[in-house]
């Protein structure tokens, strides 16, 4: 599918040096580089100057190095501060793909403080397990996991936050299991995608011992997507009543329209069913949400 021209995903690096032990991506794209900040900036001009998008979404396998290999640091709180002086129709600013292991105080600042960045950070966390951790080479313990989700929260209220995960990676016990599953209903994320351990070959993991039976493996996946589904929804039920900017995305049958407010990304999250007439896709709109689905919610206009 084109992706529609009211938000354009701009890459700010390829490749990735994390070397988690069930990723093939340094070997398919190598080394992580980042792209200068100039060209970035030039990109997001250009793609204004086009087809002036209401929403960027910035990817990279690792958002929060941006510039790491070019400039001895991040300097993606910079990035960020320099899109958001940019004078076009962009109004959401919207992070994906950041490492837990590399946030830094000054990142939590810059997005709490720069009101055109989403109230949204996608953390792929993977696990919670400290064993598992280290044999995916995360790069970061349970405790400091803990410890980061509780500084974005405390640091920028009303925040959502996606992560994923992966169930069934080699000598993941039961106890294991049940550590991320009461985790991930302590942590209460709004977003959660689950993935059920796939064995790459050229990968690491690929040879370790105690792989998970296939069964196994998607009774966990089942069990995690039962518990979050209970989470979404009661997360879902709170903004009944509430009034929310909505950035339409189509136009379903009818009078039916689908659009997604901050907290949402296109295409992996969900969003609002809005009913009216006279709405067009690309702008934004305000919406009373008057019902919540398990995943989505429905408004009309406010
Ligand atoms: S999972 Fe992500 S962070 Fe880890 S090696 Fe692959 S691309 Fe890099």
């Given at each position: 599918m084109l992706t529609p021209c009211?938000?354009?995903?701009?890459?700010?690096?390829?490749?990735?040096?994390n070397l988690c032990s069930y990723c093939i991506i340094s070997r398919l794209r190598g080394r992580f580089r980042s792209r200068t900040v100039d060209s970035v900036i030039k990109e997001i001009k250009a793609v204004s100057l086009r087809s002036d998008p209401k929403e960027i979404d910035l990817i990279g396998q690792d958002t929060t190095l941006f510039g790491m290999d070019l400039y001895g640091k991040s300097v993606f709180p910079g990035l960020l501060k320099n899109i958001a002086e940019l004078k076009n129709g962009i109004e959401w600013i919207r992070i994906l793909y950041t490492h837990p292991a590399h946030y830094s105080d000054e990142f939590i600042f810059t997005v709490r403080d720069t009101p055109k960045i989403c109230r949204y950070l996608d953390i792929p966390i993977q696990h919670i397990n400290d064993a598992i951790l280290k044999k995916m080479n995360r790069h970061i313990t349970r405790k400091e996991i803990i410890e980061l989700i509780e500084k974005i929260r405390k640091n920028i209220p009303g925040i959502a936050l996606r992560t994923s995960i992966?169930?069934?990676?080699?000598?993941?016990?039961?106890?294991?299991?049940?550590?991320?599953?009461?985790?991930?209903?302590?942590?209460?994320?709004?977003?959660?995608?689950?993935?059920?351990?796939?064995?790459?070959?050229?990968?690491?993991?690929?040879?370790?011992?105690?792989?998970?039976?296939?069964?196994?493996?998607?009774?966990?996946?089942?069990?995690?997507?039962?518990?979050?589904?209970?989470?979404?929804?009661?997360?879902?039920?709170?903004?009944?009543?509430?009034?929310?900017?909505?950035?339409?995305?189509?136009?379903?049958?009818?009078?039916?329209y689908f659009g997604r407010t901050e907290f949402d990304a296109p295409e992996v999250d969900g969003g609002v069913y809005i009913d009216g007439s006279g709405i067009k896709a690309g702008e934004f709109y305000n919406v009373k949400i008057n019902d919540t689905l398990e995943y989505d919610l429905v408004g009309e206009l406010a």
């Open positions: 009211h938000y354009a995903y701009v890459k700010i690096s390829e490749g990735c040096d992966i169930v069934g990676f080699p000598g993941e016990t039961e106890e294991a299991f049940k550590e991320l599953l009461d985790f991930l209903k302590d942590a209460r994320f709004e977003k959660l995608g689950a993935f059920i351990y796939s064995r790459e070959e050229s990968s690491r993991a690929y040879k370790f011992r105690g792989q998970i039976p296939e069964n196994i493996k998607q009774q966990r996946f089942d069990e995690v997507m039962k518990a979050q589904q209970a989470i979404s929804a009661d997360i879902n039920r709170s903004f009944l009543g509430k009034t929310l900017k909505v950035l339409i995305d189509e136009k379903l049958e009818g009078d039916r």
